[in-house]
């Protein structure tokens, strides 16, 4: 379905934006993986098996000149570029006490900055492909959590984003949202349920959160990526898709 389509996921090095590669990597697209450092990035390629359908393109999206320098050579490497996937996120918790400068910075900076800084270098290339933009949202786009003011606040932003841009690209290109709810990933697992005095007792109360009482899989959140960026969804743009087993839907 995505024959030669040309792709840059970031921050795919592991996780959801793993996944996502490997979705876009079995439909037939080419895709540009970024992780921080060469070497995870390098990793994650290898995991894939490797072979010139995958572009490693190692880089921080922290910054604007970060940014600017993952999606220059993305474009280059793929000869353009017909779908930016802006995944790339991390999560601290911090009550509004304990929510320093640096917090705040390393958060906005990753999660919000990042995504814009990314599709802003993009989207010449992406005028050109009449291509489109997923962004990476979360239940936190649209529900406050007490401790993670500051994530939720980024992600809020991640979702704004792309529905002001769907307005302003249209009609060349469409941009949508992803909002995931808790996904089995490190991000999930490593740094948050195994970090609890009682890792099995926090598992069960995520799970419980669901509707669908457990955590999502990192290739349910990949499915959601591919049909927004698909030609299928080509009426669809400043959505907001929610993949979170009925955590938003109520209680
Ligand atoms: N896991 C969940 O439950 C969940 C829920 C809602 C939303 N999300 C969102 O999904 C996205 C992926 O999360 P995940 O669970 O796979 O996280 P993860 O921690 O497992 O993976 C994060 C990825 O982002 C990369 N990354 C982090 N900082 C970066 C930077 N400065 N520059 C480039 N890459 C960077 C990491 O190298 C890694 O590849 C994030 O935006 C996250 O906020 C996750």
Do not use: H
Not at 91 to 115: H, Q
Not at 227 to 237: C, H, I, K, N, R
């Amino acid at each position: 379905m995505f024959e030669n389509k040309r792709v840059l996921v970031t921050g795919s090095s592991r996780g959801i934006g793993f996944a996502i590669v490997k979705a876009f990597l079995e439909a037939g697209a080419r895709v540009a993986v970024n992780g921080r450092t060469a070497e995870s990035t390098e990793s994650a390629i290898a995991k894939l098996g490797g072979g010139d359908q995958l572009m490693p393109i190692p880089g921080d999206v922290s910054s604007v000149a970060g940014c600017e320098a993952i999606v220059a050579t993305a474009i280059e490497s793929l000869g353009g570029m017909d779908i930016l996937v802006n995944n790339a996120g991390i999560d601290i918790g911090a009550s509004l006490e304990e929510g320093d400068e640096a917090v705040w910075d390393a958060i906005m900076n990753i999660n919000l900055k990042g995504t814009y800084f990314c599709s802003r270098a993009a989207v010449k290339a992406l005028r050109e492909s009449c291509g489109n933009i997923v962004n990476v949202g979360s239940d936190s786009s649209f529900m406050g959590t007490a401790d993670m003011s500051i994530y939720c606040a980024s992600k809020g932003g991640v979702l704004m984003l792309a529905r002001a841009w769907s307005r302003e690209l249209a009609p060349d290109i469409r941009v949508n949202c992803v909002c995931p709810g808790f996904v089995d990933t490190d991000m999930v697992r490593r740094d948050y349920i195994d970090q609890a005095d009682d890792p099995e007792e926090l598992l069960s109360q995520v799970e419980d959160y669901a509707a669908l009482k457990r955590l999502g899989r990192p290739e349910e959140i990949a499915a959601a990526v591919l049909y927004l960026a698909s030609e299928q969804a080509g009426f669809v743009t400043g959505s907001a898709l929610s993949i979170d087993g009925g955590l938003t839907a109520g209680y």
